[in-house]
């Protein structure tokens, strides 16, 4: 059983551009949450997929979107990048019916 | 966001000392869960509670769900050295069809061997 992987792990880009994170979730689990994680702070939930559509959001922009694919993999775009946009970007996958989230590594992204 | 109140922010103990964090809500929660995150990794869970009441062990760690719904703490017995990492609780409410996570600020543990 592989657990969940993100790509890539580190990432930097400039004020403006688009970015693509991806995450694979572990084996058997149907439902990716997406969340974000600033220095020093918890994290905060971005969006779950759920069967390849949204299943609930936090307070983030339309320029955050992401994908969930028939495999229940899943991608998180990030577009007109900010300097605030640096972080940890963590992705979890679950069973929809159990509340536990297994989470993956992390994609660190730097926006300069 | 919106963030429960975790605390302590910090601690620095000797190894073989207990340690005991806690986290408080506004709301009521229907799930607690407490995770640990070691640098550069994502964080990893610990203890899940679902019962107002329910205490917990998973090893040298115990959690409990407050008979309010409104907080949770998590008891580390005989710390070691690699207890060291940054403590989460995190709460749900499930109103409605609310899946949402609310995240703690985290409590940055460090043992002096």
């Known amino acids: 059983e592989t657990g969940v992987t993100q790509s890539p792990t580190h990432l930097i880009k400039t004020r403006g551009q688009q970015v693509t994170l991806r995450c694979s979730s572990q084996?058997?689990?149907?439902?990716v949450s997406w969340y974000q994680q600033a220095l020093g702070q918890g994290p905060q939930f971005i969006f779950q997929y759920y069967r390849e559509e949204e299943n609930g959001r936090g307070n983030f922009p339309p320029r955050f979107s992401g994908l969930q694919f028939p495999n229940y993999s899943s991608e998180l775009n990030v577009n007109a990048l900010e300097l605030d946009d640096s972080a940890l970007y963590l992705c979890?996958?679950?069973?929809?019916?159990?509340?536990?989230?297994?989470f993956g590594p992390g994609t660190r992204l730097l926006v300069l | 966001g919106q963030q429960l109140n975790q605390s302590p922010q910090s601690m620095f103990i000797q190894e073989g000392e207990d340690v005991s964090m806690n986290c408080t809500s506004s709301?009521?929660?229907?799930?607690w869960l407490w995770y640990k995150q070691d640098p550069g990794e994502g964080p990893v869970l610990l203890i899940a509670l679902y019962k107002a009441g329910e205490l917990t062990s998973n090893g040298r760690l115990t959690a409990q769900f407050g008979i309010t719904r409104k907080d949770s703490f998590l008891n580390i017995s005989a710390s070691i050295p690699s207890d060291v990492g940054i403590y989460f609780c995190?709460?749900?409410?499930?109103?409605?069809?609310?899946?949402?996570?609310?995240w703690g600020l985290g409590t940055s543990l460090a043992v002096n061997p």
């Open positions: 709301s009521i929660f229907n799930t």
């Open positions: 979890a996958s679950s069973l929809m019916t159990q509340e536990t989230q297994y």
């Open positions: 995190a709460g749900r409410s499930n109103a409605g069809n609310n899946r949402k996570l609310i």
């Open positions: 084996s058997g689990h149907n439902t």
